[in-house]
């Protein structure tokens, strides 16, 4: 499985908004501009990540986006699936022979499991500095 650009910056728009939780929405223009990212493919990505209740928008000349819940309920595996579809190293595992369908299924696994427990607001502490470790993904 390859994590496309969809995936990834979709977990920025995220990240983004995880940091200026309770602060009040952020534009989609800020988070472009700060991250060198185009505006234009933002707001594609942004729509399915509302549509899921991931984040909520808030019109007007102050308005923006802000995460729909607190950053430590949201994990990077929640933006990944809604981004980039279900995760699986390979399609038709069903049909492989057992010892490479149980490699695959392992893999797979392994990689649930790093998304799932990394939320966005470990994604934000690690960003900003405030761990002191590296973040440490196991697979």
């Known amino acids: 499985m390859k994590i496309s650009t969809k995936g990834r910056y979709g977990l920025t728009i995220m990240i983004e908004l995880a940091k200026s939780y309770g602060?009040?929405?952020?534009?989609?223009?800020?988070?472009?501009?700060?991250n060198h990212l185009?505006?234009?493919?933002?707001?594609?990505?942004?729509?399915?990540?509302r549509n899921a209740s991931l984040v909520k928008s808030i019109r007007g000349a102050y308005g923006g986006y802000m995460l729909a819940k607190?950053?430590?309920?949201?994990?990077?595996?929640?933006v990944i699936r809604i981004l980039e579809g279900p995760i699986t190293p390979v399609e038709g595992i069903e049909d492989e022979e057992p010892a490479k369908q149980a490699l695959w299924i392992?893999?797979?696994?392994?990689?649930?499991?790093?998304?799932?427990?990394?939320?966005?607001?470990?994604?934000?502490?690690?960003?900003?500095g405030e761990s002191q470790e590296p973040y440490m993904f196991y697979i």
Not at 44 to 49: K, R
Request: aromatic residues 4%.
């Open 70 to 78: 607190e950053p430590d309920q949201i994990t990077a595996g929640d």
């Open 38 to 49: 185009s505006e234009h493919y933002l707001e594609q990505l942004v729509a399915p990540l």
């Open 23 to 34: 602060d009040g929405p952020v534009s989609l223009k800020t988070i472009a501009r700060e």
């Open 106 to 128: 392992r893999i797979r696994d392994a990689v649930k499991n790093v998304l799932d427990t990394t939320t966005l607001e470990d994604l934000m502490k690690y960003g900003d």
